[in-house]
């Protein structure tokens, strides 16, 4: 079945960009998303591309899908220390409804 | 309309006992789903309904677990016989289709268990 896997941890300074990596296995999973996850809270949906697209922009967020090598990154523009959280990334395709997340990546944002 | 509501918020019980937890979608989505998080992890698919439907249920939902959605739309999840393993937080996600094609899920807050 789908597996999706990300690096644990990223650390930025204020005012960089981050970039958050996620691989995944199952080449028909045809949505890819990101959710934002913060200290005992429930899952932000931020945004989600389909798969026949290279490339998806929203405001300070920038989602990049490189179908081939099946990998697909999460980058936000001017990182704010509000920006500190878990994200996930989770594939969702064929005829499955639910969705498959990695174990997360904690952003952690120093002033 | 608010989002996902989950109740209770958190529920901590003995070993043996059974525990349901509630979730209330988003009144305009139709699919719905339970999710299970431990520490560390990213949420596990539990199983998922369209409408009163339930249409799949994963490996990880041994029989001492239930769900319903009796009229498409709360939806219950029930434990029977707790176990400290199943100490975790139970996310519910609702859903609606995107005139794209795909499904954006929602999450609730989540109730947090904890079996002693």
């Known amino acids: 079945g789908e597996d999706v896997e990300q690096s644990l941890f990223l650390s930025v300074r204020e005012g960089d960009s981050s970039v958050i990596n996620c691989t995944y296995t199952?080449?028909?999973?045809?949505?890819l998303y990101w959710y934002k996850q913060e200290p005992g809270a429930g899952l932000q949906l931020l945004t989600y591309?389909?798969?026949?697209?290279d490339m998806k922009q929203d405001q300070r967020l920038t989602v990049l899908l490189n179908k081939k090598d099946k990998h697909l990154s999460l980058r936000i523009a001017d990182t704010q220390t509000g920006d500190s959280a878990i994200y996930f990334c989770?594939?969702?395709?064929?005829?499955?409804?639910?969705?498959?997340f990695g174990k997360g990546t904690k952003l952690s944002v120093k002033p | 309309d608010t989002g996902v509501s989950q109740n209770p918020r958190h529920k901590i019980t003995k070993r043996g006992q059974n525990v349901t937890f509630r979730c209330d979608p988003i009144?305009?989505?139709?699919?719905l789903y339970w999710y299970r998080q431990t520490l560390g992890q990213g949420p596990e698919f539990l199983t998922y309904f369209q409408n009163e439907a339930q249409l799949e249920k994963s490996r990880l939902l041994s029989d001492r677990f239930s769900a319903e959605r009796p009229k498409g739309s709360f939806s219950t999840l029930e434990i029977q016989r707790t176990e400290q393993g199943d100490s975790a937080m139970y996310l519910c996600?609702?859903?609606?289709?995107?005139?794209?094609?795909?499904?954006?899920?929602?999450f609730g807050p989540g109730t947090r268990l904890t079996v002693t």
């Open positions: 996600a609702s859903s609606f289709r995107t005139s794209g094609g795909g499904y954006e899920q929602y």
């Open positions: 199952d080449s028909s999973s045809t949505y």
């Open positions: 989770a594939a969702h395709g064929g005829s499955q409804g639910n969705l498959i």
């Open positions: 009144s305009e989505h139709n699919r």
């Open positions: 591309i389909f798969s026949n697209m």
